[in-house]
């Protein structure tokens, strides 16, 4: 978030990670980061 706000970009608005009963490390790290920046999550499922 800080290059796009130093190099005056878009910031992103929504990351779509994989996320599943099986496959739940996006609560770890990245679910809080979207939290704290306003990031929209799309989960991607298959």
Known sequence: MWLADRRG????????????IVNRDPEVELFPMCQAFGVGVAAYSP
């Not at 970009?9 to 599943?20: K, T």
Request: include cysteine; aromatic fraction near 16%.
């Open 9 to 20: 970009l878009e910031r992103f608005v929504c990351v779509q990670p994989l996320y599943n």
